[in-house]
């Protein structure tokens, strides 16, 4: 079974004499349950594996009684405790909390992986009861060399249909994949993720947020032209909530504009952006072969996958994602980190390219490297393949 680039760092953790619960973080659907399991199958550390998803909700004893199986497990060596979808359970992080500063008192070698598909009640639980007992390790959207090294899928096919591992296998059933993105993914995400956990008071105008951000994504949308769009009497500050709440959950991100100024950053107008272009092509109405054939929608899709790969890639990192415009002129991505800047513009088309928003830019910011990928600058596919580290 293939492994995830973070799985030896998974492995690391728990072979540390420092304990810290680990808490694997992500999106539906992103291999966080595969992974634990992967670490149990490994054979370096003896473990347990439970999840609260049932037809019915766990009490707080649920997790004491899985405790105390782990202690007596730990009683023959070091041993790890998985406690899946845990957030299911009122008030988890104290039980956690009482739990683990015991054994920690004690000596106990017990570790302890969390897993959990809300990401926002999860850091809620972290941040209230578990303050410098955790590390987060963020569980992202696979990448093309991820899906390409386990699935065999072409840069092509990665752009359209995206980096959802469960959906790899429905490519060559157009109908069936579109439903399980749709059905198994989106909804799931939106109704029990964001919805039940978190309060709401406009589900609809959330949800056709989410759609427009998918419609729009790679494109400047003020948060006016939006309301504009979606026809509700809500304000600018309800949907950049709202858009909040759907990067957290791994769908859709809003991306501000670098102005070397914080305050100017936060009052820009967002780039929007898909997390994973599984959802711009499960929403839209075009299929594959078309999209592919029609030069400015594929183009959107390149760009929304490059911007996708610098989203992902860089949250466990000191990097930041923007975008620039002034005047007419944009640079597609502005990465930071301290004082270092690189500017990237995406083709999709071997145009002679003239990137009038690359020098203007220039002229503005000290600008450490300026990238063009695709068309005669770097291919997709190496760019997509290489760790947004590697650029400063």
Same mark, same amino acid.
């Given at each position: 079974?293939?492994?995830?680039?973070?799985?030896?760092?998974?492995?690391?953790?728990?072979?540390?004499?420092?304990?810290?619960? @680990?808490?694997?973080?992500?999106?539906?659907?992103?291999?966080?349950?595969?992974?634990?399991?992967?670490?149990?199958?490994?054979?370096?550390?003896?473990?347990?594996?439970?999840?609260?998803?049932?037809?019915?909700?766990?009490?707080?004893?649920?997790?004491?009684?899985?405790?105390?199986?782990?202690?007596?497990?730990?009683?023959?060596?070091?041993?790890?405790?998985?406690?899946?979808?845990?957030?299911?359970?009122?008030?988890?992080?104290?039980?956690?909390?009482?739990?683990?500063?015991?054994?920690?008192?004690?000596?106990?070698?017990?570790?302890?992986?969390?897993?959990?598909?809300?990401?926002?009640?999860?850091?809620?639980?972290?941040?209230?009861?578990?303050?410098?007992?955790?590390?987060?390790?963020?569980?992202?959207?696979?990448?093309?060399?991820?899906?390409?090294?386990?699935?065999?899928?072409?840069?092509?096919?990665?752009?359209?249909?995206?980096?959802?591992?469960?959906?790899?296998?429905?490519?060559?059933?157009?109908?069936?994949?579109?439903?399980?993105?749709?059905?198994?993914?989106?909804?799931?995400?939106?109704?029990?993720?964001?919805?039940?956990?978190?309060?709401?008071?406009?589900?609809?105008?959330?949800?056709?947020?989410?759609?427009?951000?998918?419609?729009?994504?790679?494109?400047?949308?003020?948060?006016?032209?939006?309301?504009?769009?979606?026809?509700?009497?809500?304000?600018?500050?309800?949907?950049?909530?709202?858009?909040?709440?759907?990067?957290?959950?791994?769908?859709?991100?809003?991306?501000?504009?670098?102005?070397?100024?914080? *305050?100017?950053?936060?009052?820009?107008?967002?780039?929007? @952006? *898909?997390?994973?272009?599984?959802?711009?092509?499960?929403?839209?109405?075009?299929?594959?072969?078309?999209?592919?054939?029609?030069?400015?929608?594929?183009?959107?899709?390149?760009?929304?996958?490059?911007?996708?790969?610098?989203?992902?890639?860089?949250?466990?990192? @000191?990097?930041?994602?923007?975008?620039?415009?002034?005047?007419?002129?944009?640079?597609?991505?502005?990465?930071?980190?301290?004082?270092?800047?690189?500017?990237?513009? *995406?083709?999709?088309?071997?145009?002679?390219?003239?990137?009038?928003?690359?020098?203007?830019?220039?002229?503005?910011?000290?600008?450490?490297?300026?990238?063009?990928?695709?068309?005669?600058?770097?291919?997709?596919?190496?760019?997509?393949?290489?760790?947004?580290?590697?650029?400063?």
């Amino acid at each position: 079974m293939y492994k995830r680039a973070i799985y030896p760092i998974l492995q690391k953790r728990l072979s540390e004499k420092r304990r810290f619960i @680990q808490v694997l973080a992500g999106p539906r659907q992103t291999g966080k349950t595969t992974l634990a399991q992967q670490i149990l199958k490994s054979g370096t550390i003896q473990g347990i594996y439970a999840s609260a998803d049932g037809p019915t909700l766990q009490p707080h004893s649920w997790i004491e009684q899985q405790w105390e199986f782990g202690r007596l497990e730990a009683k023959k060596g070091s041993t790890v405790l998985i406690l899946d979808e845990i957030q299911k359970i009122d008030n988890w992080s104290e039980t956690v909390k009482k739990l683990w500063d015991n054994d920690s008192l004690n000596n106990i070698p017990l570790y302890c992986i969390i897993l959990g598909s809300s990401p926002l009640l999860m850091q809620k639980g972290l941040s209230e009861s578990l303050t410098g007992r955790f590390e987060v390790i963020p569980v992202t959207h696979w990448s093309f060399q991820e899906m390409q090294n386990a699935f065999d899928i072409s840069l092509e096919q990665y752009i359209y249909y995206g980096g959802y591992p469960g959906a790899a296998e429905l490519i060559a059933e157009p109908d069936r994949w579109q439903n399980y993105i749709l059905h198994s993914l989106i909804e799931p995400t939106i109704s029990k993720d964001i919805l039940l956990m978190t309060r709401v008071d406009k589900p609809a105008l959330l949800r056709r947020l989410f759609e427009l951000g998918c419609q729009y994504s790679g494109q400047i949308l003020s948060f006016q032209k939006m309301l504009g769009q979606l026809k509700d009497a809500g304000n600018t500050t309800t949907l950049a909530n709202y858009l909040e709440l759907l990067g957290q959950a791994g769908l859709l991100t809003g991306l501000s504009k670098y102005a070397g100024q914080k *305050v100017r950053q936060r009052a820009s107008s967002p780039k929007l @952006q *898909v997390l994973n272009t599984a959802l711009m092509a499960a929403l839209g109405n075009t299929r594959f072969e078309d999209t592919l054939n029609n030069n400015q929608l594929w183009g959107r899709f390149v760009e929304s996958a490059i911007g996708s790969h610098l989203a992902n890639s860089s949250r466990s990192t @000191q990097i930041k994602v923007f975008y620039w415009s002034s005047r007419n002129r944009e640079v597609d991505f502005v990465l930071e980190k301290g004082d270092k800047l690189v500017a990237i513009e *995406v083709k999709s088309h071997n145009k002679p390219a003239f990137l009038p928003g690359m020098d203007a830019f220039s002229n503005e910011f000290p600008v450490t490297k300026k990238l063009l990928v695709g068309g005669n600058g770097i291919p997709v596919a190496e760019f997509l393949t290489t760790p947004v580290t590697d650029w400063f």
